[in-house]
């Protein structure tokens, strides 16, 4: 199963004959979106080597990973657990397209407090599900280990080396990791985090050797999730003009960042950009009725 999607050109009038190319991850599958798809390969395969039949995973509200597990359970038969952040939501789930198409998807959940999740890594929080569920795989909150890293090396493919730049989003690190490592060295691979966290470059380099990126700090708007307007009309504005669709969290953000990079002169003349569009399209509808109740303008995709 080796997957690969095509390159489109963002027609756009950008200065100084830089191109820009968007790899369309988003549509590698109609339910596992984009890096999501990558970095449950090798875990999948390992669960079954493991002869595991139950994934357990975390994650928010919103989480384009807690769909992404669901589905992929569903797919290879196999139980899946999703350990959802705020206790508050157990009694919403109705409310929430992700937990509903993760719950349609034969997804169990527990619902635990924000400071209960904050300990989610810790053996004692893992035995006391071991105690409740048996035996399990368990996927690291966004997926992120060795073996989701292993998935997203393989979103490069041989013609891709003419490119001089590609920009990826960030949340855990795991998909930059996997470019860094499959990138030439002569390219340059920056990542867009899409929250706030001094931390990040520390995650990358559990997990890659090569020195050949950088973070683009500045256009996380506030913080994970965290939108306003500005983006918005930036994500309808793209759309309307390329009908390429991006999600709020990651892809709208790193899409702003490069346009914004591109405008104020940041690339060299010439540049041959390729931004990876990881996906995360499912949870524009929670974010709309989000935007809904507070009056903002919403994602008109
Ligand atoms: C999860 C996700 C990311 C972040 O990937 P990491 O490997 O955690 O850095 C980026 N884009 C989208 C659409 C995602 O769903």
Redesign the pocket.
């Known amino acids: 199963m080796n997957s690969s999607v095509f390159n489109q050109q963002i027609v756009l009038p950008f200065p100084n004959e830089i191109t820009l190319h968007i790899k369309r991850e ?1 549509l590698i599958h109609p339910f596992i ?4 798809f990558r ?1 449950l390969k090798y875990n999948l395969l390992q669960a079954k080597a493991e002869g595991k039949s139950k994934l357990i995973t975390f994650g928010g509200a919103f989480s ?2 807690i769909a ?1 597990v669901a589905y992929a359970g569903k797919e290879n038969d196999l139980e899946t657990v999703g350990i959802i952040r705020g206790d508050e939501l157990e009694s919403k789930i109705s409310e929430n397209p992700t937990l509903t198409f993760a719950q349609n998807c034969g997804m169990k959940f527990e619902f635990v407090t924000r400071e209960a999740y904050r300990t989610k890594s810790t053996p004692s929080f893992i035995e006391k599900f071991k105690e409740h569920y048996g035996d399990f795989y368990l996927v690291p909150e ?3 280990n060795s073996l ?1 890293v292993k998935g ?1 090396e393989e979103i490069l493919i041989s013609e891709d080396v003419d490119f001089t730049h590609i920009c ?10 996997g470019l860094i490592n499959s990138a030439k060295a002569n390219q340059k691979i920056i ?1 867009f985090p ?1 929250l706030k966290g001094d931390f990040l470059s520390d995650d990358i380099r559990k997990f890659v050797t090569n020195s050949n990126w950088e973070l683009q700090s500045d256009y996380h708007f506030g913080g994970y999730a965290k939108i306003n307007e500005a983006l918005i009309r930036f994500i309808n504005d793209f759309y309307k003009q390329t009908n390429i669709p991006l ?1 709020p ?3 709208g953000k ?1 899409m702003f960042g490069i346009v914004d990079l591109i405008n104020n002169g940041y690339f060299p003349k010439g540049s041959k950009i390729l931004a990876i ?5 499912q ?1 524009i509808e929670g974010m709309n009725r989000n935007l809904k109740n507070k009056n903002l303008p919403l994602i008109a995709i």
Do not use: E, F, V
């Open positions: 988003d979106s984009g890096n999501k970095k384009n990973h992404a966004g997926g992120t989701a997203c990826c989003a960030i949340g855990t690190g795991g998909t930059i990791s990542g899409a999600d969290i990651y892809t790193m569009h990881t996906g995360g399209l949870g």
